[in-house]
């Protein structure tokens, strides 16, 4: 069992560092601002990234936190289609010279919702309007219950190399308390599909803390995806917003695990998964020894983006989308959220940037900081300027004492048995968070 203090940091609400600042940073972002960022922010031989968001399910899970709405309308998601696409020429137009992208994430929602033909149509303009270099890795977020043969010989046919697949738990007792009804035969079709259009990067993405679930449901889940030899597994704590998604009160907050029994259920996948020869990286995600995050884990190279853990090196992340958000050497830009007014814009000619902020020499020295305790569990302190470790010291003298950490002359560790609080640790170099935030998600 836990301590009590143990219990107190993981119920402590912290960011999840997927950048730094964090988008509660966000302010008003005028379009002449981003567009001097796409100017003097990439250089010739530079690659891209870009992240293309389509904001759409056919069904909306409670747990989501993702900027997300459902629709049965063609005509709605053949509407956004046409605007994703018109944006691309905007943002086409709107760059310098550059090395062709490297890496492209769809993502959503459900982006699969285009169908084959969409994501064609997008997929050309791109290809034809800024160009994608070979070996880029061309990865789609899919929902295996509609993922039919149609979808994927099609997705095989345009070139994607990696889906994302959400199975979160494959006890239809806990399915039923999130609204997201899937059987674990339907999971197991789709990996054999992607697999046999030669779609082979795949990641399964489970989840702990849900609504009435129990270790042996975790257990279960984590074997079922090792028993698939899927390259990649996450293993996300299940964040309860309510207050920021209003439809996740559909779930019972009442049947949510408590913070001891959340951290069970994280340490029963990891054994799981660990047994089953998967490699533990970062703080939720876990890959076969050969696979390239394992590989750049292990050489230090691990990144940490919006999408997750990575291996992107692009200097400049590009949003398409509503809601998108793209990371400049400027700073961070992210586009209106709301679709419609997402798409008026574009059509009167604008990017449709509306927020973001931009980042001083010290906001780029914080995120590689926290980034690479969230990558490797451990930091070199020499490399922190002395005002900064001043500061972060006095918060990190606590955190060494509950043994989250330890503090070796210049060097930091979080220890293994305690880097599911990696977030906390990073904290402390977060200039902006306060511990009275209530904006963020569970420590663990």
């Not at 990865?139 to 043969?149: F, K």
């Not at 390259?231 to 913070?259: E, N, T």
């Not at 990891?270 to 076969?288: I, K, M, S, T, W």
């Not at 918060?395 to 210049?410: F, K, N, S, T």
Request: proline content about 6%.
């Amino acid at each position: 069992m836990p301590s009590c203090d143990l219990l107190a940091l993981a119920e402590a609400r912290v960011p999840r560092y997927t950048s730094y600042p964090t988008a509660a940073q966000f302010g008003a972002l005028e379009e002449a601002t981003y567009r001097e960022w796409l100017q003097r922010g990439i250089g010739a031989a530079d690659p891209l990234s870009l992240y293309l968001h389509v904001p759409f399910c056919r069904d909306l899970c409670w747990y989501c936190a993702c900027h997300a709405k459902p629709t049965r309308s063609d005509a709605r998601v053949t509407a956004y289609g046409a605007a994703l696409r018109a944006e691309l020429e905007l943002l086409a137009a709107a760059l310098p010279a550059h090395g062709g992208i490297s890496h492209l994430h769809f993502g959503g929602g459900t982006p699969s919702i285009l169908k084959a033909e969409g994501l064609g149509l997008l997929l050309a303009a791109i290809r034809a309007r800024i160009g994608i270099r070979p070996g880029a890795e061309l990865a789609i977020e899919l929902d295996p219950r509609l993922m039919d043969e149609a979808l994927v010989e099609g997705l095989g046919a345009l070139g994607f190399n990696r889906a994302s697949l959400g199975v979160q738990d494959i006890a239809p007792e806990v399915q039923a308390r999130i609204g997201r009804p899937q059987p674990a035969e339907m999971v197991r079709v789709g990996v054999e599909r992607l697999r046999r259009v030669g779609i082979t990067g795949i990641n399964l993405d489970l989840m702990y803390g849900l609504p009435a679930q129990t270790v042996a449901h975790v257990e279960a889940s984590a074997r079922f995806a090792a028993e698939l030899r899927v390259p990649r597994i996450a293993v996300f704590g299940y964040a309860h917003v309510a207050w920021m998604k209003p439809h996740q009160k559909a779930i019972d907050s009442s049947l949510l695990p408590d913070a001891s029994a959340r951290m069970g259920q994280a340490d029963a996948a990891e054994a799981v998964l660990r047994a089953a020869g998967y490699v533990a990286l970062g703080l939720d995600h876990f890959a076969l020894p050969q696979d390239p995050l394992a590989v750049a884990a292990d050489e230090g190279r691990l990144r940490r983006n919006f999408q997750g853990y990575t291996t992107d090196t692009a200097p400049a992340l590009l949003g398409l989308g509503a809601s998108s958000i793209g990371v400049l050497r400027g700073g961070f830009a992210q586009n209106i959220a709301d679709e419609r007014r997402y798409a008026e814009t574009v059509a009167a000619g604008r990017l449709p940037v509306a927020r973001g902020i931009a980042t001083t020499e010290e906001d780029r020295l914080r995120a590689g900081l926290i980034e690479r305790l969230m990558c490797d569990f451990a930091l070199d302190l020499c490399a922190v300027p002395d005002a900064m470790l001043v500061d972060a010291m006095a918060r990190l003298g606590p955190l060494e004492r509950d043994g989250l950490v330890r503090l070796d002359g210049a060097h930091l560790l979080v220890p293994p048995a305690r880097r599911r609080f990696v977030r906390q640790v990073a904290a402390c170099f977060d200039a902006y968070w306060r511990p009275a935030a209530q904006r963020h998600s569970a420590a663990v």
